[in-house]
C-alpha cells in the first residue's frame, strides 16, 4: 500500500493561519514577532516582515524606493508608538500604503514628525516662508539667528 498524500499549505493559508481579524479591523500577527515590534513570516527559507509580505501578496510589488506604512496608526491617538505598539503587527492589507521613508517617519510619533509639526521656534519666532531657513536637514529660526549675531556684535 503506498503512503498517503500529505497536502502542504499555501504561502497563503499558512499566512493566514497566524492572523487575528480585530473589531478595529485590524489583523493581528499571532506568529513571531521582531525585537522591533514588527511580524515576521518566513517563505522559502527567509525570513519576511509580515506586513510587506501581506502586502505584497493582496496588493502587488513594493515600488522601488518606497516603505509600507501603517495607517491604522495614524487613527490611533492613544498608541504611543515604539516597539510595543499594536500596529506593527497589523497585516491587513487595506491598512497597509506605500509610501517615501520621510513620509512615513512624518505620519509616525517620530522627532522628525514632531519638529516638522512645530508651527514656531522655541522662542515664539514663527516658521514661516520668510523667516526660516533650511539647513543641514533641519530648520533654522531667522530671527534667532539675527538675534544671536546682534548680541555678538555689541
Keep these: 500500500m503506498e503512503g498517503a498524500l500529505v497536502a502542504h499549505p ?14 478595529n479591523g485590524c489583523w493581528h500577527w499571532t506568529a513571531t ?3 522591533a515590534g514588527y ?17 505584497q501578496l493582496f496588493v502587488g ?11 491604522c496608526h495614524g487613527l490611533d491617538a492613544a498608541c504611543a508608538g515604539g ?3 499594536m500596529h506593527r503587527r497589523c497585516v491587513n492589507p487595506e491598512h ?7 513620509e512615513n517617519l512624518l ?3 517620530t522627532s522628525p514628525a514632531r519638529n516638522a509639526a512645530k508651527t514656531h521656534c522655541v522662542n515664539g519666532h514663527p516658521f ?7 539647513s543641514g536637514g533641519g530648520r533654522r529660526c531667522r530671527s534667532c539667528e539675527r538675534e544671536r549675531e546682534y548680541g555678538r556684535v555689541r
Excluded: M, W
Design 33 to 35: 514577532i521582531s525585537d
Design 96 to 102: 497597509l500604503e506605500a509610501v517615501t521613508q520621510r
Design 39 to 55: 511580524g515576521r513570516f518566513r517563505v522559502d527559507g527567509t525570513s519576511l516582515r509580515a506586513h510587506r509580505f501581506a502586502y
Design 83 to 85: 516597539r510595543t505598539c
Design 10 to 23: 499555501t504561502s497563503l493559508e499558512r499566512f493566514l493561519a497566524k492572523v487575528d481579524k480585530q473589531p
Design 128 to 134: 514661516n516662508e520668510v523667516n526660516t531657513r533650511f
Design 107 to 109: 505620519r509616525g510619533l
Design 61 to 71: 510589488p513594493i515600488p522601488q524606493g518606497l516603505h509600507i506604512d501603517h495607517v
